[in-house]
Structure formats: structure tokens, C-alpha cells
């Protein structure tokens, strides 16, 4: 059975803090996403890498970093958290190139809430 | 990619079939119709996808009009653990390294 497993649930932390969010997937995908979720915004996408070491600026990637130094983890980084950071994290795997769909793999989601 | 026009909501009966319906006037030749659902507190679920072909899956079936402006998920027997965001996605296979815009969803709620 496909995992994406996310490392916490839910997490409180103050501003200004550095906060990581990692994400694993067991099913050795090249692309893996970061996206957060607001009541009506919907899903945006922060990040994304297709592969190891390599990162792509999604929509919004202000405020976040990333890192993927192993290709079954994905991390985002927010080096200085702010209140309006807080939001409901999901992390994403798919299969790389030469397919002709791209089924993503989400996991449960973080919700972060920053003080 | 095309943008996706959907309802932000309906309702359906406990054991009858759901007709989500999806625009997407803008389509190209070489985009795809993905359809993906949320359920309360977990990460979206892909559903099914499609080119031009009409699709059936366990899940659901897929059915894409013939100029393909538009679409139509249908669950054909809809249960009370299918009450979620659905989203129609579309978007260039093999592009962007599979990067999906979701946009705001139907809101489908099965009453018993």
C-alpha cells in the first residue's frame, strides 16, 4: 500500500521560530510537492522537486525553503515563522517523467498553527 | 492549463448516483481531465482521469464530452463516506513535473 506519511500532525510554534515539516514517501516517486491549505484558497503550491537535490518555486514560495537531500524525504523550512504561515501543510509524491499521467500521493497533512 | 469551472455545492441521496459536473471551455488537444476528492481532515485522493474517452474505474466513471469542454464524474452509488471537496483538474500530461492547480471544488454532501 502507497505511503506519504507526514511528520506531525498538528504543531504549535511562536513566531519567529524555525519550524521543518518533513514528509516520507515509501514509493521511490522523483517529484514530491509541498502545498498549503486555506479556507477559501484552496490548495497552493509552495514547492516542488523532481528529484534529488533539484527544487522548483511553486506559486507561493515566499517565507519557505526546502530540501531534498534523500529521495523519500522532502522538507519544507520556514526559517522565521509569521502568524499568517498558519495553515494546513500537505505533502505530495508522483512518479517522474515519460508517463502520461501523474498520479500524486498525498499525505494527512500538518496543521501549523504559529502564536 | 485550462481553467476549471465547477459548482461550490450540491447534495445527493444515500445509494444514488452523484453527477459532478465540471467546465472547461478552454481545453486543449493535449490536456487531460483529472478528478481528485478531499475528505474532511486528510490530503486529497485521486479519483480517476481522462483524455477524451469516456472512463470507468472502482471508484467512479468519467465522462468527457465530445468537444471536450466539458465533464462529468459520476458515482454511481453514492455512500455517506463519499461526502467531500471533489476537484476537476486540468492540465498538460508530462509537464511541470505533474504539478496539479486545484482550484475551490464542489462540496458534495450524501444525506441518508
Known amino acids: 500500500d502507497v505511503k506519504v506519511t507526514q511528520s506531525s500532525r498538528y504543531l504549535v510554534k511562536r513566531t519567529g521560530e524555525k519550524v521543518f515539516l518533513e514528509c516520507v514517501q515509501d514509493m521511490d516517486h522523483e517529484n514530491m510537492f509541498w502545498y498549503r491549505q486555506d479556507p477559501g484558497l484552496g490548495l497552493r503550491l509552495i514547492y516542488f522537486?523532481?528529484?534529488?537535490?533539484?527544487?522548483e518555486k511553486g506559486d507561493i514560495p515566499e517565507g519557505y525553503s526546502v530540501s531534498r537531500e534523500k529521495k523519500e524525504r522532502f522538507s519544507l523550512i520556514l526559517e522565521s515563522a509569521s502568524t499568517n504561515q498558519t495553515s494546513m501543510y500537505l505533502c505530495?509524491?508522483?512518479?517522474?517523467?515519460?508517463?502520461?499521467?501523474?498520479?500524486?500521493?498525498f499525505g494527512p497533512g500538518t496543521r501549523l498553527t504559529v502564536l | 492549463d485550462a481553467k476549471t469551472t465547477q459548482p461550490t455545492s450540491m447534495d445527493c441521496a444515500e445509494g444514488r448516483a452523484a453527477n459532478l459536473p465540471c467546465n472547461h471551455s478552454t481545453i486543449s488537444g493535449n490536456e487531460y481531465v483529472y478528478w481528485y476528492r478531499q475528505i474532511h481532515s486528510q490530503g486529497p485522493q485521486y479519483i480517476i482521469h481522462?483524455?477524451?474517452n469516456n472512463e470507468t474505474n472502482e471508484m467512479a466513471s468519467l465522462i468527457i464530452t465530445e468537444d471536450r469542454k466539458s465533464s462529468t464524474l459520476i458515482l454511481p452509488h453514492a455512500t455517506l463516506r463519499d461526502t467531500a471537496v471533489y476537484y476537476c483538474?486540468?492540465?498538460?500530461?508530462?509537464?511541470?513535473?505533474?504539478?496539479?492547480?486545484f482550484g475551490q471544488g464542489t462540496i458534495l454532501t450524501v444525506h441518508p
Open positions: 483538474i486540468v492540465r498538460v500530461s508530462g509537464t511541470s513535473y505533474g504539478k496539479l492547480t
Open positions: 522537486s523532481y528529484d534529488v537535490k533539484m527544487k
Open positions: 505530495a509524491s508522483s512518479l517522474g517523467g515519460g508517463r502520461p499521467y501523474n498520479e500524486q500521493f
Open positions: 481522462g483524455l477524451k
